[in-house]
């Protein structure tokens, strides 16, 4: 003997919850999209093999509801997303102020420890040469010192620069 055909229980089963899965959708998706639900449910109802194996088929077919909504509300969420395409000459890229500010404090900070570190006839030839925009000659003939002697105390702390900042990086 044959075993039933599944589609007599199928048709038990829509009957019995139709009415109920359609109130369900209205309440949850609306009346637009609920009958529409309601197919989508029973369709995955009948492709899945399942009703001729489970014992409580309204409740399967309230998963099955639960999860078409969940579905639904990811697919709708995906197609909200607006992408706005890249313009290089309207959206012209732009420093961020804050990194900006953190990075020159720090440059600051780092400027500041080689100035202490210098012996203080370096730090007055080098002040004088970028802050009074002095020559080597000027400033030797204001110390009394010669302009190789400036040159030495310039490299000097140009080099002691270039090592503070290299422990920055």
Same mark, same amino acid.
């Given at each position: 003997?044959? #075993? ?52 409580? #088929? ?112």
């Amino acid at each position: 003997m044959m #075993p039933p055909r599944p589609i007599p229980r199928f048709e038990a089963v829509y009957r019995n919850e139709q009415r109920r899965l359609l109130r369900y959708f209205m309440h949850k998706a609306g009346p637009d999209s609920a009958p529409d639900l309601v197919q989508e449910a029973f369709t995955r109802l009948f492709r899945s093999n399942a009703l001729e194996r489970i014992d409580n #088929p309204s409740a399967y077919l309230t998963r099955i509801a639960q999860n078409l909504l969940i579905e639904r509300g990811r697919r709708l969420a995906r197609e909200r997303t607006v992408f706005f395409p890249f313009d290089e000459g309207r959206d012209a890229p732009v420093c961020a102020d804050q990194e900006f500010h953190i990075e020159a404090m720090e440059l600051r900070r780092a400027y500041v420890q080689a100035l202490r570190a210098m012996t203080p006839k370096t730090r007055r030839i080098f002040l004088m040469h970028r802050m009074r925009n002095l020559t080597h000659r000027e400033i030797g003939e204001r110390l009394g010192i010669t302009q190789k002697a400036v040159q030495y105390h310039m490299t000097s702390a140009l080099a002691r620069y270039r090592r503070v900042i290299a422990l920055q990086n």
